[in-house]
T-cell receptor, first 115, second 111 residues
Framework: DQQVKQNSPSLSVQEGRISILNCDYT??????FLWYKKYPAEGPTFLIS?????DKNEDGRFTVFLNKSAKHLSLHIVPSQPGDSAVYFC??????????????FGQGTTLQVKP | GAGVSQSPRYKVAKRGQDVALRCDPI?????LFWYQQALGQGPEFLTY????????KSGLPSDRFFAERPEGSVSTLKIQRTQQEDSAVYLC?????????FGPGTRLLVL
């Protein structure tokens, strides 16, 4: 069963506009959520994270929103830049559920930012 | 200073061959994870070490997969008698707290 889902395989936005990437999860024991960005032939690069005790975390152009009741999180990138074009993975962990901190990943969303 | 490094970056193996994949975590990181990423999918958990102790190996797909971290730093993932379905990118990550930092991965192709 897919505990973390990214239902949009791809997203295309114009440079300067907002990119919104979405992620849904099913396990209520998850208490930490992360977004990673991945370029071809490279490993995932950590972008931003949020603890379940918060509903928003901001870092420069990147903001992550968490809606626990809906089991939904989103990543907002504003303004979007062509260099943001990559695959974005949502991941979740739950120390309370697995006591290892292992990450459960979504399938990824490919973002293309057009100049 | 340096991030997580992995070697080799690419490995081509004939079916039935044994392979060993190496991971050098960030210095001082207690936790080390191995993940397997198939084409077009997100990474999937294989195994977890806290220092030299392997605390979770629930994601290892078969007993052909073996991982070790004998001195609590460098880790090796070994795959015996490789099969075509083992072809994937193998990612290593290390962490001090909740955030995991990934290496570039080893792309394994089994022919």
């Amino acid at each position: 069963d897919q505990q973390v889902k990214q239902n949009s395989p791809s997203l295309s936005v114009q440079e300067g506009r907002i990119s919104i990437l979405n992620c849904d999860y099913t396990n209520s024991m998850f208490d930490y959520f992360l977004w990673y960005k991945k370029y071809p032939a490279e490993g995932p690069t950590f972008l931003i994270s949020i603890s379940s005790i918060k509903d928003k975390n901001e870092d420069g152009r990147f903001t992550v929103f968490l809606n626990k009741s809906a089991k939904h999180l989103s990543l907002h990138i504003v303004p979007s830049q062509p260099g943001d074009s990559a695959v974005y993975f949502c991941a979740a962990s739950g120390w309370g559920s697995s006591n290892t901190g292992k990450l459960i990943f979504g399938q990824g969303t490919t973002l293309q930012v057009k100049p | 200073g340096a991030g997580v490094s992995q070697s080799p970056r690419y490995k081509v193996a004939k079916r039935g061959q044994d392979v060993a994949l190496r991971c050098d975590p960030i210095s001082g990181h207690v936790s080390l994870f191995w993940y397997q990423q198939a084409l077009g999918q997100g990474p999937e958990f294989l195994t977890y070490f806290q220092n030299e102790a392997q605390l979770d190996k629930s994601g290892l797909p078969s007993d052909r997969f073996f991982a070790e971290r004998p001195e609590g730093s460098v880790s090796t993932l070994k795959i015996q008698r490789t099969q075509q379905e083992d072809s994937a990118v193998y990612l290593c990550a290390s962490s001090l707290k909740e955030t995991q930092y990934f290496g570039p991965g080893t792309r394994l192709l089994v022919l």
